[in-house]
């Protein structure tokens, strides 16, 4: 997985580069992360927090943003919005699945005489 990280108006410190980057690899096991772009924002409105992920994946891409007053709590949110999208997806798919199958019609067995 490549990570990108832009910043704008903030610089990061290496403990929270890490922590973006573990907490980006932890989603790994439920979906395949070919690229990572997160982008981090420090505004002057409240909350002045925002917090961006676009997660490049075989299929549709997951995006995500979430804002807060400090900038773990704005990238507890993001991850865990992400974490609602990928369980989305794959019960999306699951019930996709389920419908087509159930959806078939069994072959009629015409009566022997």
Known sequence: MKLTLRQRHHELSPEMTALIETEIQAL??????DEAKVSIERREASPPFRISAHLVTPGPDVCAEASDHTLRAALAKLIRRVREKITHRA????????SHVSGRIAPQLSPAH
């Open 28 to 33: 790994e096991p439920g979906l395949r992360i």
């Open 91 to 98: 019960a999306k798919g699951g019930r996709r699945r389920r």
